[in-house]
């Protein structure tokens, strides 16, 4: 379901260090199968156990979408199925989205009461 797990979180980095500083000219950001990206590993949660650890994680997601928001060159999300929770996040944060006939874009977590992650915020936030 391309779940925003700590490895794709890694593996997402590593390529966007590998783009920076190069002349690129676009990046495109899309899925595989019928997922573009299904939003947090939710059993990554489950390992949230103090406000410290709930700190981090709420930065280390917010300092991710603000990369991709930041960057020199244009991003497009190509949302090819399923964008949700912080998959709808990862597309918001580049600067163009397409959509196929069969993207279903959609915050499930504002359905449990929560409130949708870090996307909301700008690519410079406030002191």
């Known amino acids: 379901m391309n779940a925003f797990t700590d ?9 966007l260090e590998e783009l920076d500083g190069r002349q690129v000219r676009a990046a495109v950001i899309t899925g595989n199968g019928p997922y573009f990206q299904a939003g947090g590993d ?4 489950l390992e949230i156990e103090s406000v410290e650890d709930a700190k981090a994680f709420v930065e280390m997601a917010q300092g991710f979408m603000d990369r991709i928001a930041a960057l020199t060159f244009p991003t ?3 949302v090819n199925g399923y964008a949700l929770g912080g998959g709808l996040e990862i ?6 989205r397409i959509a196929s006939r069969k993207a279903t874009l959609g915050l499930p977590e504002s359905g449990t009461g929560s409130s949708p992650g870090p996307a909301g915020r700008s ?3 406030a002191s």
Not at 7 to 15: A, C, K, N, T, W
Not at 42 to 45: K, L
């Open 7 to 15: 490895e794709l979180h890694q593996d997402f980095v590593r390529v």
């Open 42 to 45: 939710m059993s990554r949660f």
């Open 76 to 78: 497009i999300a190509a």
């Open 91 to 96: 597309a918001l944060a580049c600067d163009v």
């Open 123 to 125: 690519a410079s936030p």
